[in-house]
């Protein structure tokens, strides 16, 4: 339950219970009333409401005039495009347990216009999980001096981002996105569990470190009833 002792907001403690209920699938539909929630927990009508505003504002739940708050059946995984994260750390963050399968770690020839002055480059390709759920294919390119050091590590299970931080102290300091609805391939379609006729979004991302090299370009494809890109804005006045 909440407690008014702790330095979280009331409101902000009766979301993340709310989350948690509805992750457990506590709720198969939509979410107490209004009036049910403000018994559940003795609070007012204002801190109910701000509660459900957070979650509705979220995307996890969706409000319906005249019939109540329910559940939004979209994506369970939703990355936020505000910063630089890891699927790991997505994932973790959407109470799930990521996981990966190596399919392929080794040298290639370059077709990419962003290592130009390359013959060859390093590609690692994962099969992705969420709860043991196919979710995504990520292929990570590097110069080979890079992927040869990363692929000293157990790309099973490491978090690659952190391994260059951290292993490699190579720094990530910005990155440049496109996102994009493609047909995905027959192999890859195998390795995701879905068909050969479906669109899945393809993410392409370079992401830049000191000095404005490209440390990494990466190529993703997520299955959209399991992933979702989000990004929060504001309007500028002059």
């Not at 702790?6 to 009036?35: F, T």
């Amino acid at each position: 339950m909440i407690n008014s002792d702790l330095p979280i907001p009331l409101h902000v403690q009766i979301s993340n219970l709310l989350e948690k209920d509805i992750q457990k699938g506590a709720y198969e539909e939509k979410i107490p009333s209004e009036r049910e929630l403000m018994d559940m927990f003795s609070v007012s009508r204002t801190t109910v409401r701000e509660a459900i505003a957070n979650l509705v504002n979220e995307g996890k739940l969706q409000k319906v005039h005249g019939k109540g708050t329910f559940i939004s059946k979209q994506a369970p995984i939703q990355e936020w495009l505000t910063s630089l994260n890891s699927f790991t750390d997505t994932v973790k963050k959407m109470g799930m347990m990521p996981s990966s399968k190596l399919l392929f770690s080794g040298r290639t020839v370059n077709r990419l216009d962003v290592y130009e002055q390359y013959n060859e480059i390093f590609l690692i390709e994962r099969l992705r999980f969420a709860n043991r759920v196919p979710v995504a294919i990520e292929r990570h390119y590097y110069p080979v001096e890079i992927g040869e050091k990363l692929a000293n590590f157990d790309l099973n299970t490491a978090t690659i981002y952190d391994l260059l931080e951290n292993e490699l102290h190579i720094s990530l300091l910005e990155a440049e996105q496109s996102i994009s609805s493609v047909l995905i391939n027959e192999k890859d379609s195998v390795n995701l569990g879905i068909t050969s006729s479906s669109n899945v979004l393809s993410a392409e991302r370079k992401i830049y470190g000191r000095y404005g090299k490209v440390v990494e370009f990466y190529e993703g494809l997520y299955r959209p009833d399991m992933y979702i890109f989000r990004i929060k804005t504001k309007r500028k006045f002059k």
